[in-house]
């Protein structure tokens, strides 16, 4: 089975400063997709940006951007100029390629980002 | 918004009760998700449904079912509720194909009292 690991439970970075959040994770699989998801107070869940494992390149979302290891099975996130509105908790997860089956998200157990004005 | 409707919002009832959640998809999306999000367990998967057809299966308890309409949305049934139920429940839907995103609802948040 796959598991994700966030080894940080908590992080803070100063306003317009960067800041980097880790992930690892276990799978026996070549093909898969990661995530990062972020869960304000308001509860919900936000795509962040999304890896897909075929891919060297790593993704980039305005802000936003991964550093993919795929042998090291690592997927850290990188949030450039850092916003007050980005204090939530940030899920990174995992998904089996799967076909129209077996797509569920296996997540990790989170990091509280905290944003200092 | 996600486009994902979960009603109700918010749920308080007492142990030994049965509650429904429900969950509208995005347009177009015919799969369809349910998390449990909870202090002790973290974010967990529960169960999928494709087209009205159960696809994949997690730690869900026997306690607790669901199912998918012809119209695509999605039912959430617990029954015997224990307090160790209360936490928030989130529904998810994604197009086909595996590289599309699962976007969320807003969630239902279950408190058993």
């Known amino acids: 089975a796959q598991t994700v690991t966030q080894s940080q439970p908590e992080m803070s970075v100063q306003e317009a400063e960067t800041v980097t959040l880790s992930c690892t994770y276990d799978t026996s699989e070549s093909d898969y997709y990661l995530f990062w998801y972020k869960q304000p107070p308001s509860r919900q869940m936000i795509l962040v940006i999304r890896?897909?494992?075929?891919?060297?390149q790593n993704a980039t979302e305005n802000r936003f951007s991964v550093n993919f290891q795929k042998a090291a099975k690592s997927f850290s996130l990188k949030i450039s100029d850092s916003q007050l509105g980005d204090a939530a908790m940030y899920f990174c997860?995992?998904?089996?390629?799967?076909?129209?089956?077996?797509?569920?998200?296996?997540f990790g157990q989170g990091t509280r980002l905290t944003i200092n004005p | 918004d996600s486009g994902v409707t979960q009603t109700p919002k918010h749920l308080i009832t007492a142990t030994g009760q049965r509650v429904t959640l429900r969950c509208s998809p995005r347009s177009g999306d015919l799969s369809v998700y349910w998390y449990q999000q909870s202090l002790d367990q973290g974010l967990q998967f529960l169960i999928q449904?494709?087209?009205?057809?159960?696809?994949a299966k997690g730690n869900i308890l026997e306690r607790f079912s669901a199912q998918q309409f012809p119209d695509l949305h999605s039912e959430l049934n617990l029954s015997s509720l224990e307090l160790g139920d209360s936490a928030l429940y989130f529904c998810?839907?994604?197009?086909?194909?595996?590289?599309?995103?699962?976007?969320f609802g807003d969630g239902t948040r279950l408190s058993i009292l």
């Open positions: 890896q897909e494992a075929y891919k060297q």
């Open positions: 449904y494709y087209n009205g057809e159960e696809r």
């Open positions: 998810a839907s994604s197009v086909t194909g595996a590289v599309q995103p699962q976007h």
């Open positions: 997860a995992y998904r089996s390629p799967g076909g129209q089956g077996a797509q569920k998200l296996v």
